[in-house]
T-cell receptor, first 113, second 111 residues
Framework: NAGVMQNPRHLVRRRGQEARLRCSPV?????VYWYRQLPEEGLKFMVY????????ESGMPKERFSAEFPKEGPSILRIQQVVRGDSAAYFC???????????FGPGTRLTVL | EDQVTQSPEALRLQEGESSSLNCSYT??????LFWYRQDPGKGPEFLFTLYSAGEEKEKERLKATLTKKESFLHITAPKPEDSATYLCAVQSPRDTDKLIFGTGTRLQVFP
């Protein structure tokens, strides 16, 4: 039973580059959530997606950030033109239609130099 | 605005010394309250879901309880391997499925 998988686990980018974070949900889960955890802060919701649909992006910055969950393949969180303030741990979680429990992946730790 | 406050921020216990962690919440109707455990450098690990006041759930040395304003995570006779950050989160029926997290309680259990 594979849980939520995220890659890469660690990502280093220079200011102005793009960061792509991938998330494969638990097999059979159709709901994906992205959260961000800044140093010494709590987890903050960013976006909630179902297959091919963005359900709630109220926590995602309006500029430079985008997310998708295509019909085939993993969910992608994309950050364009990264800045130092984007350095954080990004966690993906998934849930199924029949449970509201969200299961989290190991996270991607993004460092912007 | 929906909010979750956890206390204390940090807790140091001797092995075997029982204690409780608090999670206070303000939300317009509670759809569910969730407890997670997070080890350094890892993702949150699901522990419990509570839905209504008076509900209790247990797992090994952990017991979670819920009232209309707060939840407690009771740790009985803790062991060093219980050391972690414990996170509380709520879901509101007004919102989509997003979780609103507290900042956590960092627990250290010494032998």
């Amino acid at each position: 039973n594979a849980g939520v998988m995220q890659n890469p686990r660690h990502l280093v980018r220079r200011r102005g580059q793009e960061a792509r974070l991938r998330c494969s949900p638990v097999k059979g889960h159709s709901h994906v959530y992205w959260y961000r955890q800044l140093p010494e802060e709590g987890l903050k919701f960013m976006v909630y997606l179902q297959k091919e649909n963005i359900i709630d992006e109220s926590g995602m910055p309006k500029e430079r950030f985008s997310a998708e969950f295509p019909k085939e393949g993993p969910s992608i969180l994309r950050i364009q033109q990264v800045v130092r303030g984007d350095s954080a741990a990004y966690f993906c979680a998934s849930s199924s239609l029949i449970t509201d429990t969200q299961y989290f992946g190991p996270g991607t730790r993004l460092t912007v130099l | 605005e929906d909010q979750v406050t956890q206390s204390p921020e940090a807790l140091r216990l001797q092995e075997g010394e029982s204690s409780s962690l608090n999670c206070s919440y303000t939300v317009s109707g509670l759809r569910g309250l969730f407890w997670y455990r997070q080890d350094p450098g890892k993702g949150p690990e699901f522990l419990f879901t509570l839905y209504s006041a008076g509900e209790e759930k247990e797992k090994e040395r952990l017991k979670a309880t819920l009232t209309k304003k707060e939840s407690f995570l009771h740790i009985t006779a803790p062991k060093p391997e219980d050391s972690a950050t414990y996170l509380c989160a709520v879901q509101s029926p007004r919102d989509t499925d997003k979780l609103i997290f507290g900042t956590g309680t960092r627990l250290q259990v010494f032998p």
